[in-house]
């Protein structure tokens, strides 16, 4: 079989040479196999023909009418075992052997320096690519950031409209949602005034309910993003409105304030009303809710 051709794919060519040494080594298997036998019957036939040598001696002169012994012993006198002359190709195929693993080697090492090189090169570009996927990802966050203060900046213009007052808070501190999700109304001034508060809570919205230690809701209360300020301690009625639609009652009383914040624009001003006598249905209603919603943390 003629050798492989250099222009076959590295891979194709390995499997041709697998197969074809491996035919080899069959074959050189077989022929060893053999070489042993024909040596293990030149040993028996110079057992033999030395006996037979004796025995012809003996006969002859027993039977030294028959003239056609000294005829078979002269013969037997001239004949030789042949040589199986194997060695000098044995030795030559060693020595091709030989050299084939060394040449082996010698590749097998230079493919080793090669592969080091490209696993070198390999993670010095990857490294590369997550830097670069590192800033861009920076960048469309710094955009979005950008995008949701424009958006705020429009809705406290749009607020400023609608009741004529500029809410006192900096710049970018609060998004459209938080200024439209709640809304604050005040009764008359009495000596301990109380507020109504209201919003609607749903999956998307940056109001939520939020609870301590305990994390029971119950015992937690709920945040409502709101621009508008509400004194810590002051008594509220809360209007709150869960995914279905229906209006929900309750009171409550503020007892943390989130407030707006320029270097966390992401996160949405507002107060955090803890519950008081809060009823068993609102608080199997708001267990249902918080099954879909993870609730805020917040400590007691």
Same mark, same amino acid.
């Given at each position: 079989?003629?050798?492989?051709?250099?222009?076959?794919?590295?891979?194709?060519?390995?499997?041709?040479?697998?197969?074809?040494?491996?035919?080899?080594?069959?074959?050189?298997?077989?022929?060893? @196999? !053999?070489?042993?036998?024909?040596?293990?019957?030149?040993?028996?036939?110079?057992?033999?023909? #030395?006996? &037979?040598? #004796?025995?012809?001696?003996?006969? !002859?002169?027993?039977?030294?009418?028959?003239?056609?012994?000294?005829?078979?012993?002269?013969?037997?006198?001239?004949?030789?075992?042949?040589?199986? %002359?194997?060695? %000098?190709?044995?030795?030559?195929?060693?020595?091709?052997?030989?050299?084939?693993? $060394?040449?082996?080697?010698? %590749?097998?090492?230079?493919?080793?320096?090669?592969?080091?090189?490209?696993?070198? !090169?390999?993670?010095?570009? /990857?490294?590369?690519?997550?830097?670069?996927?590192?800033?861009?990802?920076?960048?469309?966050?710094?955009?979005?950031? %950008?995008?949701?203060?424009?958006?705020?900046?429009?809705?406290?213009?749009?607020?400023? *409209?609608? /009741?004529?007052?500029?809410?006192? +808070?900096?710049?970018?501190?609060?998004? =459209? *949602?938080? =200024?439209?999700?709640?809304?604050?109304?005040? &009764?008359?001034?009495? $000596?301990? *005034?109380?507020?109504?508060?209201?919003?609607?809570?749903?999956?998307?919205?940056?109001?939520?309910? +939020?609870?301590?230690?305990?994390?029971?809701?119950?015992?937690?209360?709920?945040?409502?993003? /709101?621009? $508008?300020?509400?004194?810590?301690?002051?008594?509220? @009625?809360? @209007?709150? &409105?869960?995914?279905?639609?229906?209006?929900?009652?309750?009171?409550?009383? &503020?007892?943390?304030?989130?407030?707006?914040?320029?270097?966390?624009? @992401?996160?949405?001003?507002?107060?955090?009303?803890?519950?008081?006598?809060?009823?068993?249905?609102?608080?199997?209603?708001?267990?249902? +809710?918080?099954?879909?919603?993870?609730?805020?943390?917040?400590?007691?």
């Amino acid at each position: 079989m003629s050798p492989p051709s250099h222009t076959q794919r590295p891979n194709a060519r390995e499997s041709e040479l697998a197969r074809e040494e491996s035919e080899l080594g069959s074959q050189e298997s077989r022929l060893a @196999d !053999q070489v042993s036998r024909a040596t293990q019957e030149a040993q028996s036939l110079a057992s033999r023909l #030395t006996q &037979v040598r #004796t025995e012809l001696g003996r006969a !002859q002169s027993e039977h030294s009418e028959d003239i056609s012994l000294p005829e078979i012993g002269a013969r037997l006198q001239a004949a030789a075992i042949p040589e199986l %002359a194997v060695e %000098a190709a044995r030795e030559k195929a060693l020595s091709a052997r030989e050299k084939a693993l $060394e040449a082996r080697r010698q %590749a097998t090492q230079e493919m080793t320096i090669a592969l080091h090189a490209f696993q070198q !090169q390999t993670t010095a570009l /990857t490294k590369e690519l997550a830097e670069a996927e590192a800033r861009l990802k920076e960048l469309a966050e710094a955009a979005a950031r %950008a995008r949701r203060e424009q958006e705020a900046a429009r809705a406290r213009e749009a607020q400023k *409209a609608r /009741t004529g007052s500029r809410p006192q +808070f900096s710049p970018g501190a609060a998004t =459209a *949602a938080a =200024a439209a999700a709640s809304t604050v109304r005040s &009764v008359p001034k009495r $000596e301990h *005034a109380r507020v109504r508060l209201q919003t609607n809570i749903h999956l998307g919205s940056d109001s939520n309910f +939020f609870t301590g230690f305990s994390t029971d809701v119950s015992s937690g209360g709920v945040f409502i993003a /709101t621009v $508008e300020t509400v004194p810590r301690g002051t008594q509220v @009625d809360l @209007d709150l &409105v869960l995914p279905g639609g229906r209006p929900l009652k309750t009171h409550g009383v &503020v007892r943390w304030l989130r407030e707006p914040n320029s270097h966390t624009p @992401d996160l949405m001003p507002g107060v955090g009303v803890q519950f008081q006598d809060l009823q068993p249905e609102l608080a199997s209603l708001i267990n249902d +809710f918080v099954r879909k919603r993870e609730p805020l943390f917040y400590p007691d």
